[in-house]
């Protein structure tokens, strides 16, 4: 593989840290049972990290795929179609993508959905500390960016600035 499309380590401790902000004011209005999905995605995410544990294979991704599927029906019923069912799916797709990101297309589909996240937590509530911690936010989210769009191949050891 192409060393250009793998995810710098660097990068990827960004987007890790990126992906549990954005999903801190969306824990106070999941329903527990979310919660603990987006803490499994992390920590699965981490172990792939730390090399304890493989990507997921096709009947994981299938069963989650239908799990998603499944689990926002039978949601609506309790808490109605609307936003809060939505904001729940946009979750499930978020942190479950989290998982299964390879390459550096694959972060920045990630990353672009933290932003979506963002927008979504402003639904909820805008006022100033929810402006301000979105806004913090929004700058781990860009240095994401950046480190995942450095260059470590500049001689020196330094990258790119």
Same mark, same amino acid.
């Given at each position: *593989?192409?060393?250009?499309?793998?995810?710098?380590?660097?990068?990827?401790? @960004?987007?890790?840290?990126?992906?549990?902000?954005?999903?801190?004011?969306?824990?106070?209005?999941?329903?527990? @049972?979310? =919660?603990?999905?987006?803490?499994?995605?992390? %920590? @699965?995410?981490?172990?792939?990290?730390?090399?304890?544990?493989?990507?997921? %294979?096709?009947?994981?991704?299938?069963?989650?795929?239908?799990? =998603?599927?499944? $689990?926002?029906?039978?949601? *609506?019923?309790?808490? %109605?179609? &609307?936003?809060?069912?939505?904001?729940?799916?946009?979750?499930?797709?978020?942190?479950?993508?989290?998982?299964?990101?390879?390459?550096?297309?694959?972060?920045?589909?990630?990353?672009?959905?933290?932003? $979506? *996240?963002?927008?979504?937590? /402003?639904?909820?509530?805008? &006022?100033?500390?929810? =402006?301000? /911690?979105?806004?913090?936010?929004?700058?781990?989210?860009?240095?994401?960016?950046?480190?995942?769009?450095?260059?470590? *191949?500049?001689?020196? &050891?330094?990258? =790119?600035?």
């Amino acid at each position: *593989m192409d060393i250009s499309y793998q995810i710098p380590r660097a990068a990827l401790i @960004w987007v890790i840290v990126s992906v549990v902000l954005v999903l801190l004011p969306q824990g106070i209005r999941m329903p527990i @049972w979310l =919660t603990f999905i987006c803490l499994v995605c992390i %920590g @699965w995410r981490l172990l792939i990290f730390a090399g304890k544990v493989n990507y997921p %294979g096709k009947r994981i991704r299938v069963t989650v795929v239908l799990f =998603t599927l499944f $689990v926002p029906v039978s949601q *609506m019923g309790s808490i %109605g179609l &609307g936003l809060d069912s939505a904001a729940s799916l946009l979750t499930l797709g978020f942190v479950f993508k989290l998982i299964e990101m390879r390459y550096k297309r694959d972060i920045y589909v990630v990353l672009s959905l933290c932003f $979506v *996240m963002t927008m979504v937590s /402003f639904l909820y509530s805008q &006022g100033v500390v929810a =402006t301000a /911690f979105n806004s913090i936010v929004v700058v781990v989210i860009v240095c994401a960016m950046i480190a995942l769009n450095r260059s470590n *191949m500049v001689p020196g &050891g330094r990258g =790119t600035v």
